[in-house]
């Protein structure tokens, strides 16, 4: 452990119901050095410090790890080494370890799937004292493991303390007592004691060596059979992930996955788990052989982890076997709730997310600047002002078709991406602070769009350009991705798990929707009643909305910070000063009526800005780890799948959010919700533990748990409550505090003792 | 139909290449090693080839190369006419890594340079080591692990791969075909 302090913190963050008790010096270790830094730790523990011969007895090995490291369960999966416990007793007889239910690591998209165990594990194991056996016992167990985060450590720790044998009933220490009865209640049981019912089917009537086959595994709770009326429980699988609620043993030369479940009225309550495998070419060593594993069940609010022990029919190479067809049998992926969108709705949602999109904070300043130019236009001619409403929807709509086949070509290339994921490319967000400046500077009167120089005469009072319409248009796409909003993130995640030509779809409804009330704004003739003169307060106006921009500069600059570092940061301060420079020695060519120089100046400083842009050193600088830019967040920890659910499993409820730095909408909601004193007295109150994903940069991991709700940007919310870890409450984009306290107070197990 | 639409769903799925399995051809391919050579499974009719995933930061891979389980093995088997190709599939491998490693360990096998893993996903590599050997008429006869000792304490472990080639020298059966592979999961992009 890197320092006992640390590991402390994170204890304390973790808030674990029953924290791990003391135990002697002799009984500590250390394995899997890693530099100066051992990954693992290893602590001793018994029942009591007494015993009784003949008496059931339990010794346990405590394993706590470093942040982001796994230890292997009794089938490590497809790499890895299971963790082993060897134990040397005088005069007592040590049973089986008694694993808890294991968690499902996934490796390289899924490629590679391992099964063991993240922060902190406890591996009780019986013992029992022969009769006759007394005085004073050394207990020693040599723990062999191998622990991974991307490299892998093997480790090994010699542990012992001294055990009194003697003629007397022992009393269990019940602090200890209470440490292993948490870790006991995650040990799988037999069904039957639990009254849980399993069955199997297969593809087969028989497997045969190097037979590849399809499976069924039915759950039931029916209790006691023959009774009358029969009452069957609602069973759930006992995972958020439903693909990781069985994890098979190593079944003799069996590779098993888990491919879908689903709830079938013909289960009555229960719910089926759809697997398939493949046998090795060798012939089994045991002809008769059994399908074995774990399986998790949230059985009406509780979680219950069964042992699974069924007939897996073998049979020799080449003897005949029947293909059995069943309904159970029949592959059904796990429901992603975008994919079961209608188009029409998909699209539905898209455009009234577009449309509350103007609404977003990002989008603001650009909207002013659209209120500002109908202010301009209000005394236009009709035909004028048309050609730019719809100029304004084919600036949004190019810029959204660009964008749509920019994820698309990337997908194909093999690289998926979410919504707003150019902001996780410093140079882009560089060049969007460039363009905006630029516009400021612009709406400042430094230069006019256009070479018409007799236009600078009237600026401010007459029309400006068609183009600068369409520009505006793209600028409020461009500002506008890295927000969702409610129905955007939906629809989007749609988008993003379909074929190319429905991305396309999506995102051009979004651009309507976003354009739409600009462009119906300029079909109707009575609103430039309402609408003073031009004159001087059109000029003061326009220089304010500069200075709104120059603000929506400032909110990229630090998000350049906090992605690349403060150097990157001053680099791109120092640019947009020559830009800026470039732009001024543009506007007085244009004042000093010289259009064909200022032409020429113009497309030559446009590639000095570009050249200028390529060449920032934004791009390598990579100054912070995730974990260290998760300190500086004002809220959690670092999301880790697996440390959700050993959360969970601990019977805590769970908060998961995903943010980034260039989500307004994120950080408007944290400021407004999460700092709320309410907030942070319920999250601590109820017990929660709270994890968060940061999206600033690309992280696939984070990419994947967006997809499986269905989204593909930030934020999402998720409120975890022990009881139902598969089944969490998806907030909406826009929080307030009462919506997330009334969610806190749902998912927080305390809840029904709080009505009473 | 249910079922047709299953079946068809099959026809797909065998259309697409499969992944390597025990007792079926091998999956081609072509891949070039450290120093630029291109190595073409057609091209090697005739001669058994062993593929041995690797990556020298994985302490599995260390301790057989530390106790040069694979050089010695490689070099006995060359005798026979046996190909031996190391294949690195990780992210971050480069022919640099490579020849500095081989300069360390002195071996004198190519690795097949497989940063992108297609390779690796080829042959569903999952460990370092993983090795598969294949028989003169381009057959996958055998998958697995190095030997029986994953802890690296066993007095005399059974070598699966240097039975396996033997019994194919022989012109037997491998026995066993398959075993589970242990070590470091091989650290694909």
Known sequence: ?756 | MNGSIVSILTLLLAATPSPATVGKPAPDFSAVDETGATYELAKLRGQAVVLEWTNPDCPFVERHYSADTMEKLAKTLGASDVVWLAVNSTHSNTPADTKAWKAAQGFAYPTLQDADGTLGHLYGARTTPHVFVIDGQGVLRYAGAIDDDPNGKAAAPVNYVGNAVAALLASGAPDPSETKPYGCSVKYK
């Open chain 1, 1 to 756: 452990m890197r320092s006992t302090l640390a590991c402390l913190l994170v204890w304390l963050a973790a808030g674990l119901a029953v924290a791990a008790p003391e135990v002697p010096e002799s009984a500590v270790g250390v394995g899997a050095s890693d530099g100066d830094n051992a990954r693992v730790e290893a602590r001793l523990y018994v029942e009591s410090d007494t015993v009784q011969p003949g008496q059931k007895y339990r010794l346990g090995v405590y394993l706590t790890l470093d942040r982001g490291w796994h230890v292997y369960w009794r089938n490590s999966g497809q790499s890895g080494i299971p963790t082993k416990l060897a134990w040397t007793i005088d005069g007592a007889e040590v049973g089986p370890i008694q694993w808890p239910f294991p968690e499902v690591f996934r490796e390289a998209d899924g490629f590679i799937t391992t099964f063991g165990y993240a922060h902190e594990v406890l591996l009780l194991q019986d013992a029992v004292f022969a009769p006759g056996v007394s005085g004073e016992i050394e207990a020693r167990v040599h723990a062999e493991f191998l622990v991974c985060e991307v490299q892998c450590i093997p480790g090994e720790v010699h542990l012992q303390r001294t055990i009194r044998v003697e003629d007397a009933p022992a009393l269990a220490d019940p602090e200890t007592h209470a440490f292993f009865e948490e870790w006991a209640a995650r040990v799988p049981r037999d069904p039957a004691a639990l009254g849980v019912e399993l069955e199997a089917v297969y593809s087969r009537s028989a497997i045969r060596p190097g037979d590849s086959f399809r499976a069924a595994l039915a759950v039931r709770a029916c209790g006691e059979p023959g009774a009358d009326p029969i009452t069957c429980a609602t069973l759930r699988p006992g995972t958020r992930d439903a693909s990781s609620a069985f994890v098979p043993d190593r079944i003799d030369g069996v590779e098993l996955e888990t491919t879908g479940g689903r709830s079938p009225e013909f289960l009555a309550g229960g719910f089926l788990l759809t697997l398939s495998g493949r046998a090795s070419a060798d012939p089994p060593a045991d002809p008769n052989g059994r399908l074995r594993g774990v399986l998790a069940i949230d059985r009406e609010g509780a979680r219950q982890f069964v042992e699974v022990d069924l007939p897996l029919p073998r049979a020799e190479a080449g003897a005949n076997v029947l293909a059995l067809e069943s309904p159970w049998l029949e592959p059904v992926a796990f429901e992603n709730p975008a994919r079961d969108l209608p188009l029409w709705r998909a699209l539905l949602l898209a455009l009234a997310g577009g449309l509350i999109l103007n609404l977003m904070p990002c989008v603001l300043p650009v909207l002013a600047i659209k209120v500002f130019g109908i202010a301009e236009l209000a005394h236009e001619r009709r035909g004028v002002v048309i050609r730019h409403g719809l100029a304004y929807l084919a600036g949004v709509l190019a810029t959204m078709l660009v964008l749509a086949l920019v994820v698309a070509s990337l997908r194909a290339a093999g690289t998926s991406v979410g919504w707003g994921f150019q902001f996780q490319e410093p140079l882009f967000v560089a060049a969007v602070a460039a363009v905006l400046v630029v516009f400021a500077l612009n709406l400042f009167g430094v230069f006019e769009i256009g070479f018409d120089a007799t236009r600078l005469a009237s600026a401010g009072e007459g029309a400006v350009g068609a183009r600068r319409s369409f520009f505006e248009g793209l600028l409020a796409v461009v500002v506008a991705t890295p927000c969702s909003a409610p129905f955007l993130g939906t629809a989007v995640g749609f988008a993003f798990a379909s074929p190319w030509p429905l991305i396309v779809a999506i995102f051009l409804a979004i651009g309507v929707g976003l354009a739409l009330p600009f462009v119906l704004v300029t079909l109707v003739p009575t609103w430039a009643r309402f609408i003073p003169r031009g004159g001087s307060w059109m000029l003061h106006l326009r220089a304010g909305l500069g200075f709104a921009l120059l603000g929506t500069v400032v909110w990229l600059l630090w998000i350049m910070g906090r992605s690349a570092g403060s150097g990157a940061q001053t680099a791109l301060l120092a640019y947009l000063v020559v830009v800026a420079a470039g732009v001024w020695i543009f506007g007085a060519l244009q004042r000093a009526e010289l259009p064909g120089v200022a032409r020429i100046a113009s497309v030559s400083l446009a590639l000095l800005a570009v050249l200028g842009l390529s060449t920032l050193p934004v791009a390598e600088e990579r100054p912070v780890s995730g974990s260290e830019h998760a300190q500086a967040l004002t809220l959690g920890r670092v999301f880790s799948a697996a440390e959700v659910d050993a959360a969970l499993a601990r019977g805590r409820p769970v908060f998961v959010y995903f943010t980034a730095d260039w989500c307004l909408t994120c950080k408007v909601n944290e400021h407004i919700v999460f700092e709320d004193a309410r907030v942070r007295a319920a999250l601590d109150e109820r017990g929660f533990e709270t994890f968060v994903g940061d999206w600033t940069r690309r992280d696939e991991a984070i990419r994947l748990e967006l997809a499986r709700f269905g989204k593909a940007g930030v934020p999402l919310y998720l409120v975890y409550s022990p009881n139902a870890p598969d089944q969490p409450i998806v907030l909406p984009e826009v929080l307030t505090v009462d919506l997330f306290l009334d969610a806190l107070a749902q998912a927080s197990p305390a809840s029904k003792e709080d009505t009473t």
